[in-house]
Structure formats: C-alpha cells, structure tokens
C-alpha cells in the first residue's frame, strides 16, 4: 500500500470536487516514509480513500492528483499506458483536423497526466517533465509514443523545474538524435520548427484556432504581429491576404525565422518584415494610425502569483499602447498566457488600459486555447491562454 496523506476535516471537498491540487494547509498527516515524487494515497479525516497523486512535501501544492476513487488501484505500467492512449484516441478521433499534423498530446492536469506536457510535431515529440513524479512512468511514455507511431523523442525540461522539482528524466534525445528543423502543417500552413533550440517545446500550438480567426480579417489590412516569435500569425496574415505584415520580436533568430516561415508558405510575398526589437519600444515609437490590426502576444509575464502586480503593469503598458496607435476602426488581438492572470483579472486590466487611453473599445471575440489543450472542468487553473478582439473606434 502506498503512503497515505490524511486531510484536516471538511476539507476533503475540493478532491470530492476532483480538484488536481492539494495545498499544505489542508493537510492533517502527512505521508510517512515518502519522498518527492512519491505516489501517495490521500484519505478524508476518517481514512476513506479519495484520491491517488505525486508528493511534493516541500511546496505549497502539496500533492498533485492523477486519480480519483474509493477503490484502491494497481498504479502499474498498463495504468499509465491506458491514459496516454486515452489521450491520444480524444486527438484522433476528435480534435486534429486532416491538415494539421502538429497538436499537444498530453497536456497535464488537462489529460490527468500533471507534471507532463507532450506536443507532437509531425512524426517528432517535444516532452516537457515539470514534477519528478512523471519519472515514475517515464519509460512507458516512451514505448507508447514509440508505439503510436512516434519516431523522434525530445526531451526539454527547464533547468529551474530540474532543480526545483528534484528531476532527474534525462535531458535531449531519448531516440537517435534528429539535428534538422522540422516541417509541420498547421491548417494546410507550413512552419519550421526546431524543439531543441525554440521556446517552450518548439513552437505556440496554443494559438492554432485564434490565428485562423487573425486570418478572416486580414484581407487589405496592415497588421503588426508584436512578440511575434517565428511568425505564426504573420503567416496567418499573409495567408488573409494582408496588404503589409510586420512581425516584431527582440530576437533575432526568431525573427529571422518568421521571415524564413513567411518565405516558405509564400514565396512571392513582398510585403512581410521584420524587426528585431524590444516589442514595448517598438509600441510606444511605432507610427500612428498605420497599422489596421494589432497582435499583442507577450510571453508569461506572471510565472508566480507574487509576480501578478508587475505582469499587470505589463499587460496595461502594451494594451495602452495598442489602443493609441491602431487605426480608428481596428483590432486589436490580446492575450495573457499567465496562468496567474486568470479571465478576470485580465480584462480589468484592458479595461484600464481603454479607459485610460479614452478610445470607444468593444469586445468582439473573447477567446482561448485550442481544442488539445483541454481544460479538465474541474480544474480551471488549466484555462491558462486568455484572449480577447477588440475594435477600436
């Protein structure tokens, strides 16, 4: 039997609920003998089984939960089997569209898989560990990608999550090395992607469906895609038909990479450029009533609840900075990928941004991530991707 981690009284709801988090002030026991990443049972304060999940007994998030039920279960390699090919059947049978070969496979609590993020490119996968426990299985997630079809395995985890979180998967190829970048299909589009040098596991599949929407409205428009990273919505854009496109990003290798992607869904397009700049810079210089349609899709700026107050100046700055220089009659397309900046936090803060600059703004799209990045309904902490269409009078 596995260590059992006992609940303060009335506070077994939340796992009653299916919530993936157990917090440290929650706890009555902890577990005896068990160590970072550990499977522990957790019980009501009348030692009733609820729930199955990893340890973590230095963090505020004291456990993270894969399993729930009054029955005891055998956690073997076929458990952990069943539920990435759970995962897989849901993108399969419902979720990928013929012309795209590029999704997320497993997306953590989302697939009840915390602690693991799996994106699939083609015929590789980029793999990110973020909890110690995911070792655990971390041998039968490799035979079950190799066994769908999987030829190449990346793994990328974040040197922070390696020391924080005690891990120890390797890092690299966990298959033979593939050094070349790869060609995915993206709704018939195509992109260059290289998981080992790009960020967070090569490219933001988060963004499929909202820049499909970005292209329906870019016909003869001059859109700037800002923090544009490899162009994913320049692309988009050019594919609209955009009369301009600038993408702005502060690195240069993405930018070059944006140019190169451009180039290689439309080779006869003229009107695409880059800027390799410092993207709240570029807002605040970039000429007035040029451009017909604004992208403003920073990176996370809260990665912790204590950062929020600074992410939300942040997100203010360049929302205010949008609303003044877009066309009148425009849009502007905004988003926070924090998932410490929830729904509603975030547009009272474009709502700050509009009142403060004085423009009419009205919501015309409220939007989020695609369709293989569920949002398991009993943990809205997954609904990370917020993003709103606005028009600008």
């Given at each position: 039997?596995?260590?059992?981690?006992?609940?303060k009284?009335?506070?077994?709801?939340?796992?009653?609920?299916?919530?993936?988090?157990?917090?440290?002030?929650?706890?009555?026991?902890?577990?005896?003998?068990?160590?970072?990443?550990?499977?522990?049972?957790?019980?009501?304060?009348?030692?009733?089984?609820?729930?199955?999940?990893?340890?973590?007994?230095k963090?505020?998030?004291?456990?993270?939960l894969?399993?729930?039920?009054?029955?005891?279960?055998?956690?073997?390699?076929?458990?952990?089997?069943?539920?990435?090919?759970?995962?897989?059947?849901?993108?399969?049978n419902?979720?990928?569209?013929?012309?795209?070969?590029?999704?997320?496979?497993?997306?953590?609590?989302?697939?009840?898989?915390?602690?693991?993020?799996?994106?699939?490119?083609?015929?590789t996968?980029?793999?990110?560990?973020?909890?110690?426990?995911?070792?655990?299985?971390?041998?039968?997630?490799i035979?079950?990608?190799?066994?769908i079809?999987?030829?190449?395995?990346?793994?990328?985890?974040?040197?922070?999550?390696r020391?924080?979180?005690?891990?120890n998967v390797?890092?690299?190829?966990?298959?033979?090395?593939?050094t070349?970048?790869?060609?995915?299909?993206?709704?018939?589009?195509?992109?260059?992607?290289?998981?080992?040098?790009?960020?967070?596991?090569?490219?933001?599949?988060?963004?499929?469906?909202?820049?499909?929407?970005?292209?329906?409205?870019?016909?003869?428009?001059?859109?700037?895609?800002?923090?544009?990273y490899?162009?994913?919505?320049?692309?988009?854009?050019?594919?609209?038909?955009a009369?301009?496109v600038?993408?702005?990003?502060i690195?240069?290798?993405?930018?070059?990479?944006a140019?190169?992607?451009?180039?290689?869904?439309?080779?006869?397009?003229?009107?695409?450029?880059?800027?390799?700049?410092?993207?709240?810079?570029?807002?605040?210089?970039?000429?007035?009533?040029?451009?017909?349609?604004?992208?403003?899709?920073?990176p996370?700026?809260?990665k912790t609840?204590?950062?929020?107050?600074?992410?939300?100046?942040?997100?203010?700055?360049?929302?205010?900075?949008?609303?003044?220089?877009?066309?009148?009659?425009?849009?502007?397309f905004?988003?926070?990928?924090?998932?410490?900046?929830?729904?509603?936090?975030?547009?009272?803060?474009?709502?700050?941004?509009?009142?403060?600059?004085?423009?009419?703004v009205?919501?015309?799209?409220?939007?989020?991530?695609?369709?293989?990045?569920p949002i398991?309904?009993?943990?809205?902490?997954g609904?990370?991707?917020?993003?709103?269409?606005?028009?600008?009078?």
């Amino acid at each position: 039997m596995y260590p059992t981690l006992v609940l303060k009284s009335g506070r077994e709801r939340s796992v009653l609920n299916q919530h993936a988090w157990i917090y440290s002030g929650a706890v009555k026991e902890l577990p005896q003998n068990a160590n970072q990443g550990d499977i522990i049972r957790v019980t009501d304060n009348k030692n009733n089984l609820l729930a199955y999940g990893f340890y973590a007994p230095k963090n505020q998030i004291v456990a993270r939960l894969f399993y729930f039920g009054v029955k005891e279960v055998d956690i073997n390699n076929t458990f952990w089997r069943d539920k990435i090919l759970k995962a897989y059947e849901l993108r399969k049978n419902y979720l990928i569209a013929s012309n795209t070969n590029a999704y997320r496979l497993l997306h953590a609590e989302g697939d009840s898989l915390p602690g693991l993020i799996v994106d699939v490119y083609d015929h590789t996968t980029s793999v990110q560990v973020l909890h110690k426990g995911v070792e655990l299985f971390y041998q039968i997630l490799i035979d079950t990608l190799l066994e769908i079809g999987i030829k190449h395995i990346y793994l990328k985890t974040k040197d922070n999550s390696r020391r924080l979180e005690q891990i120890n998967v390797p890092q690299g190829w966990a298959t033979e090395p593939f050094t070349e970048d790869i060609l995915i299909t993206e709704n018939g589009l195509k992109f260059w992607v290289n998981v080992e040098k790009g960020q967070k596991t090569g490219f933001f599949l988060d963004q499929r469906e909202n820049r499909d929407l970005l292209k329906k409205y870019s016909k003869d428009k001059v859109v700037l895609n800002a923090f544009g990273y490899t162009g994913g919505f320049s692309v988009y854009a050019a594919a609209g038909g955009a009369k301009e496109v600038v993408s702005a990003d502060i690195s240069k290798d993405a930018s070059e990479m944006a140019d190169k992607n451009v180039k290689l869904n439309f080779a006869e397009y003229e009107n695409h450029q880059t800027v390799t700049e410092d993207c709240f810079a570029y807002l605040k210089n970039m000429p007035e009533n040029y451009f017909d349609i604004l992208v403003l899709d920073p990176p996370a700026f809260a990665k912790t609840a204590q950062n929020v107050p600074n992410a939300s100046r942040g997100y203010k700055e360049i929302n205010m900075w949008g609303f003044k220089k877009v066309k009148k009659g425009g849009l502007v397309f905004t988003f926070s990928c924090s998932g410490s900046v929830d729904r509603d936090l975030f547009r009272k803060i474009v709502f700050g941004a509009a009142a403060d600059v004085g423009r009419n703004v009205r919501i015309i799209h409220q939007l989020t991530q695609p369709i293989d990045h569920p949002i398991n309904i009993y943990h809205p902490e997954g609904e990370y991707l917020k993003g709103l269409v606005l028009y600008v009078e």
